[in-house]
């Protein structure tokens, strides 16, 4: 995905593929002072 994303955004690969990777770790794994967590669960639709 990093590949087909990088020319498009103008960013190398490894920028691309680190902000993807971010998006699934926990703040306190993220590098700098103020990172958040993604909650996915708000993300999907719910049935039922």
């Known amino acids: 995905m990093a590949d087909m994303l990088a020319p498009l955004l103008g960013q190398s690969f490894n920028t691309v593929r680190e902000r993807l990777r971010d998006t699934y770790r ?16 708000v993300c999907w639709g719910h049935t039922g």
């Open 26 to 41: 926990e703040a306190d794994a993220k590098a700098g002072d103020q990172r958040a967590e993604l909650d996915v669960t």
